[in-house]
DNA sequence: ACAAGATCTGGAACCGCTTCCAGCAATCGT
DNA sequence: ACGATTGCTGGAAGCGGTTCCAGATCTTGT
């Protein structure tokens, strides 16, 4: 069995409160006294039960992630950087995976609630009015996703969007398609929209085969009527729509990016493996898992933010094969 | 502030005792204030704190999933299952990145042992005794590494690689290269000698370059060294180096599989994408992270199992472009 | 050297739940 | 109808910490 609190303070000829003084608040406690109880914790190897903490204080040393699909290979970044990142804060981190079910999510915050000081949600898909009522709780910080005022920190969609068809517009393409996402989606959203001002400010022709799903049975599936609106570009919701249209545009014998160029969105390691490989845009994925445990952190201990709680990340498009040259007529 | 057990006591006026006792053996309280205490609870809403309940069980309802590397796409669709059959049995996931270092690995075994009540090792980079010395504290189930009789899912490595084996050799390659892993990696050396006494068996000619690390740039690396050997075939450890390989051969103008096959292992995402698409050995990932928490749960059940302890699961051998029939000489 | 103040310490309550134990009521056998 | 089981229930003692409070000890100023 482990060493308890009592053996310690039994060995060292303190009481409890002592020892539990010299691991919280080391100053308050005599010189001496100090040096002792460090020794017997030493000797026991002593290790506060962090259950028993969680009990009185109310705090766990748990944070909850929620994200919508960890196989999607967009968040196992994210992830990873915020795993790294609890784990300097001495923070543990419960991982919940959604399934891409905005019920799943409530049901899950719900019942992780009472475990965890704080929750990450990564990409939630749940509503607005359904995360407004959990952080009343708890505190909450968004990624990927903006509710009102609640801290958040988000990539800047607008201006990915605003490189990748400036790039193209550079190129001399003059109609591109956008393939949205999922409608639902508030990230869709945002790039959506700045692809409709953003191609009206270029003077670019803009083509909407409407929404598919984020991933590449999507981006095959509307790959021909793509084609069919013979426009030189196609910017895709995000890499696995464009990994789909490039499958079926090889398919077709259709080259890339002879034919067609294609921008993706998100710069998910495959994006860099296929020939050609997938001009994209990409986000600072690890910045943002860090962010948002320093966020939430901050939450944690009330301190003030210098920065506020809204974070925004610079996105950066990355050139690669899969976009050349508009084709002459 | 959320109900307590003692407002429910109130309000249904009987005490505490019977409240949990109505909640944990429903069968030894009578009917009648087992009805008062079930409406107390759906009016409050209440939920038994966790932490709480952990503290006087000793049970905390939490489980550690460690991985080396969340960020390699090998583990998302293993953690995704285990994480899907521990909501099933209500049990949380605390899920540690060991950013593939064996020292950072035990420590964090060591620090969260408190707070789960057992731990999934997925592929642990930490060495036999060390494993050995920690599953001593606490129910512990290895996936993909085997050490003594520890309880373990791992995937049949020797049948997928003589299945790859054969699939060449049916294919007229009779000079073959297996490019080997990490030295340490506990699931290499298990290939390495399903390879040597499979070429051995099929009567193939094996050359080895060495072991390099189980990624792109392993592969990219090694690449040229198996060329200058004049194999007309690769196996290689992982996809990733598999997706080296191809990569490299691209680049030299290598083409694949007309001039030389590769053979990759583990089925990421990004194989079945690149194109050629890598011809590989499937493993059942879902099934793993799935079983893995089976076995766990028995285990933190002291249930017996029928099967045993130690489970080996299929492999399968998905065949794709990149391997065609040996070039004539 | 002594009172006032600051510093340190131990006792005990408490966090929310489980579980042992004793007691009481209902049931049983004869 | 009576004692012996059996079935339920409430009280209370933990689980392993934290923290408030009162009292003990040590400084300090004079």
Chains 1, 2 share one sequence.
């Not at 929750?119 to 505190?139: E, N």
């Not at 409709?196 to 981006?219: H, I, K, M």
């Not at 910017?235 to 077709?252: C, K, Q, T």
Request: hydrophobic share 40%.
């Amino acid at each position: 069995m482990a060493a308890t609190i009592k053996d310690v303070a039994r060995l060292a000829g303190v009481s409890q409160s002592s020892v539990s003084r010299t691991l919280a608040a080391p100053d308050q406690v005599r010189a001496d006294t100090r040096a002792r109880v460090e020794r017997a914790v030493a000797q026991l190897g002593y290790e506060p039960n962090r259950i028993a903490r969680g009990l009185s204080t109310g705090r766990t040393g748990t944070i909850g992630f929620l994200v919508p699909d960890i196989a999607n290979p967009f968040f196992p970044g994210i992830v990873k950087a915020a795993q790294r990142r609890s784990r300097e804060f001495g923070l543990a981190v419960l991982l919940a995976d959604s399934d891409e079910d905005p019920a799943t999510e409530t049901d899950l915050i719900r019942t992780l609630t009472k475990q965890v000081d704080g929750f990450v949600l990564c990409a939630p898909r749940a509503g607005d009015d359904d995360l407004r009522s959990v952080c009343g709780d708890v505190p909450v910080v968004l990624l990927n996703r903006r509710v009102g005022q609640l801290p958040s920190i988000i990539f800047d969609n607008a201006d990915g969007i605003r490189q990748a068809l400036a790039h193209l517009a550079a190129l001399g393409h003059r109609r591109v398609a956008y393939v949205a996402g999922p409608r639902t989606s508030w990230v869709n959203r945002e790039r959506l929209r700045a692809v409709r001002t953003g191609a009206a400010g270029l003077g670019l022709d803009l083509f909407e085969p409407g929404n598919v799903s984020p991933d590449l049975e999507g981006g095959v599936a509307v790959a021909d009527l793509v084609l069919a609106a013979s426009v030189t570009a196609v910017v895709a919701y995000n890499d696995m729509i464009g990994l789909g249209l490039l499958s079926r545009f090889n398919a077709r014998g259709v080259t890339v990016p002879g034919d067609v160029s294609i921008v993706g969105f998100d710069d998910i390691p495959a994006s860099a493996l296929v020939s050609p490989a997938l001009t994209t845009v990409s986000q600072p994925k690890d910045q943002c898992g860090r962010a948002g445990i320093d966020l939430l952190a901050d939450l944690l201990n009330d301190r003030d933010r210098p920065g506020g709680t809204r974070v925004c990340l610079p996105t950066r498009l990355i050139v690669r094969g899969s976009t050349g040259p508009a084709p002459r007529p």
